[in-house]
């Protein structure tokens, strides 16, 4: 099940919040959210049910032992415990197969080649129980002694297939003490609402243009038609992603949470290192505070801390070559900013530096978009005039007359347009009592737009499902 579906928006949402609310009562409310979560896990693969419940009821396991036995032996052993038990279980449906393909091809040998339906989600609830026994190990937080409320905080559906990755630290005093306000709940239905169009009006229709160009023969695409297809991916995975996380927030915060923010307008970044600051900040963040910070950080072997972090941050994304070289991509900038690069770029006005990112992180896509490295190599090869293609077509031009203006507001809202109006609608009190007028109706014609585009679209992938 996706958030952007009619089912979704007008059935299972709806009785949510329906039963959700008909009671004061914690407890039941607590398990309403576990039902429905399970019944939104269950959704077309009810067999993965059982490992989500395991892996949950592992860690909770291993949090009470950790608490029980701090510093001791107990406790180690349960972290290990936790990352042999969690990260081979992701390793097992996630790369498995990758690993023996690997081998088969280094080797010569023709093992059978493991082939695992991958669980949704897997890769993003891992984390969070992993996070949560290494933390109670630290002493960030304690350990939740009622299993229903760690079960509700692992399963909850609003961010369990496709994050952000929350953190148990971060909402522990929401799962034993959150209030739902009507502010809370109104501004997590424009939070949700907003996502949803980021998502069916923008990256539905960008992933559309992006999938007309960038497959099938590419060697046949004119150069412009190229970079093209390759924006249309840039624009789709941003608003596909971050629309998710809005949506996730909004959901979030009708049922008490406040999540973090997940992302924070990385193309308007002028380094590689600002943009992973800004883009899936809950990843970047994870890799930090459990990879790079405990290997040594910037206090020994920096780069080669850096480069295990990007190796690792590709190979999350996908069990694929082509991962793996898009998150090296992104460590050989960084260190390359760490190293030489940032200060050249600093002294050379500020445009150039914006170009500089677009143009790596729209580069970095091309390996993110094709599995197959021999069409990463092709499409370069288009991009840059080296295929003995055309540079311009007439069917590109008539695309982008009949698409001008989506095409514009689509380039206009990844930049911070929205938090710059609303600081300056909050500066002049009178017309931000009047903009509060406007609210509901936007909400709804929001929903009314999203709603007819579902009927209509034959478009609607999510790409972070698939990790």
């Not at 243009?209 to 390759?230: H, I, K, P, Q, V």
């Not at 793996?324 to 050379?348: D, N, P, Q, S, T």
Request: one cysteine or more.
């Amino acid at each position: 099940m996706v958030f952007a579906s009619l089912f979704f928006l007008y059935a299972f949402l709806p009785a949510n919040l329906i039963l959700y609310f008909m009671t004061k009562n914690r407890a039941i409310r607590n398990a309403v959210l576990i039902l429905f979560s399970l019944f939104f896990y269950a959704w077309g693969e009810p067999v993965w049910v059982t490992l989500l419940i395991f892996s949950a009821t592992i860690d909770y396991i291993h949090g009470l032992i950790i608490e029980k036995y701090p510093g001791g032996i107990q406790a180690k052993l349960a972290v290990v415990s936790s990352l042999v038990l969690n990260l081979g279980l992701l390793g097992v449906f996630k790369y498995s197969g990758f690993i023996v393909e690997n081998i088969n091809a280094l080797c010569g040998t023709t093992f059978n080649v493991p082939s695992f339906a991958l669980p949704i989600g897997i890769s993003f609830y891992t984390f969070q129980t992993i996070s949560y026994t290494i933390d109670v190990y630290w002493g960030k937080v304690k350990a939740q002694h009622n299993y229903a409320k760690f079960f509700m905080y692992v399963s909850l559906y609003s961010q369990l297939v496709a994050g952000p990755i929350v953190r148990y630290a971060d909402v522990a005093r929401e799962v034993d003490f959150r209030q739902e306000t009507a502010k809370d709940i109104s501004a997590g239905i424009t939070r949700f609402l907003v996502g949803l169009t980021k998502k069916v009006f923008i990256a539905n229709t960008a992933g559309s243009f992006a999938d007309s160009y960038l497959t099938g023969d590419l060697l046949s695409r004119s150069t412009a038609a190229m970079w093209f297809g390759a924006l249309m991916f840039t624009i789709q995975i941003y608003y596909d992603f971050s629309g998710y996380s809005d949506m996730a927030i909004g959901l979030g915060q009708m049922f008490g949470f406040h999540f973090l923010e997940n992302f924070n307008y990385p193309y308007i970044a002028k380094t590689a290192s600002d943009f992973w600051r800004r883009w899936h900040m809950s990843l970047g963040a994870f890799f930090r505070d459990y990879v790079y910070i405990p290997l040594g950080g910037n206090r020994k072997h920096q780069y080669l801390n850096l480069f295990i972090v990007w190796f690792l941050t590709g190979l999350w994304h996908g069990a694929s070559w082509n991962f793996i070289l898009w998150g090296l991509w992104f460590g050989v900038l960084i260190i390359a900013e760490r190293l030489f690069l940032k200060k050249v770029l600093e002294k050379l006005p500020a445009f150039f530096s914006h170009v500089y990112l677009l143009l790596a992180v729209v580069l970095g896509w091309v390996l993110f978009y094709f599995t197959d490295l021999t069409q990463v190599w092709n499409c370069l090869k288009v991009m840059f005039g080296a295929a003995g293609t055309g540079l311009w077509d007439l069917g590109l031009e008539i695309q982008l007359q009949n698409n001008l203006f989506w095409l514009i507001a689509a380039i206009v809202f990844c930049m911070p347009i929205v938090p710059t109006v609303k600081k300056y609608l909050e500066a002049h009190p009178k017309l931000f009592a009047v903009s509060g007028y406007v609210q509901i109706p936007a909400n709804v014609v929001m929903l009314a737009v999203c709603t007819a585009l579902l009927v209509g679209q034959s478009y609607n992938a999510f790409l972070y499902y698939r990790f």
